[in-house]
């Protein structure tokens, strides 16, 4: 398609805006085959003839191609209204000198839109890459956190069962072994969601919602938090309210945030 980009003189009224495929009129004609035209008042063929257009008043008119090499960017076109004198041919080989200059101008504009555009959707990507990044500091600062209260659990009661080795009733030891089986699968999930980053691209988390029991939540989150507790010669004590019903909840990222806030609430309280 051409697309009238600029014009001049008498003739500026009629081409502003105007558009044709390639093969149409005398323009779409150069353009098609990349060759140059001087006209007269009469077509010099048949096929010509029929894009002359008999209601205008040109007398002569030269039409030439802007192009580099093969490749066609534009149509030039000088026309002469109401004049007796013609274009000649060497007035053809001048424009031909001026419509090199413009088409390799036009090819450096393109080229500077090429690279402005390519410039902008680099910096978009750099956007993204880095808000990526930022994303993953901060996922991998929270696990981080949340690895330690959970591993510090383990090993306070991996060192206590080797402490009291022989001295815990087997009831004890079953129950510490539990809470170090519980602890433990709690820290395999968090490890699965580290190796899950597929969701940082996205910007989005997966909640695996259920019904689950506020209180057995704030349970495990006390259980994991004993042993920190216990470093820091806090006691913990628990008021549970038996009747509570069961709510649809993440029971994962609940534990998380009350063992957080349990943690925070010994290190800082």
């Known amino acids: 398609m051409l697309v009238t980009r600029a014009s ?10 105007a558009q044709m495929r390639l093969g149409e009129g005398i323009a779409g004609w150069v353009a098609m085959r990349n060759e140059a035209l001087l006209l007269g008042e009469k ?3 048949e096929e010509l003839g029929r894009h002359y257009k008999t209601e205008r008043t040109i007398s002569c008119a030269l039409s030439l191609p802007l192009s580099l090499g093969d490749r066609v960017v534009g149509v030039l076109n000088v026309n002469r209204i109401r004049q007796s004198e013609p274009f000649r041919p060497d007035h053809l080989e001048v424009l031909r000198v001026f419509g090199d200059h413009i088409a390799a101008v036009i090819d450096r504009a393109e080229m500077m839109e090429r690279l402005g555009s390519r410039t902008r959707e680099l910096e978009e990507d750099v956007e993204k890459l880095a808000e990526l990044n930022h994303m993953k500091d901060v996922f991998l600062s929270t696990a981080s956190h949340e690895l330690k209260t959970p591993l510090s659990s383990v090993l306070a009661y991996a060192e206590l069962l080797e402490d009291q080795e022989g001295k815990l009733t087997p009831e004890q030891a079953r129950e510490f072994l539990g809470r170090l089986r519980g602890e433990a699968t709690r820290l395999l999930g968090i490890v699965d969601d580290i190796l899950d980053l597929s969701r940082l691209e996205s910007g989005k988390l997966a909640l695996k919602l259920g019904q689950v029991s506020l209180n ?3 349970s495990a989150a006390i259980e994991t ?8 010669g806090v006691e913990m004590r628990a008021e549970l309210d038996e009747s509570l019903p069961t709510a649809g909840m993440d029971e994962v990222r609940v534990r998380q945030a009350v063992t957080s806030l349990l943690v925070n609430g010994v290190k800082f309280g």
């Open 8 to 17: 001049h003189g008498l003739d500026s009224e009629f081409a502003r805006g």
């Open 43 to 45: 077509p010099p063929n």
């Open 216 to 218: 057995g939540i704030v």
């Open 225 to 232: 938090t004993k042993a920190l507790a216990q470093k820091y």
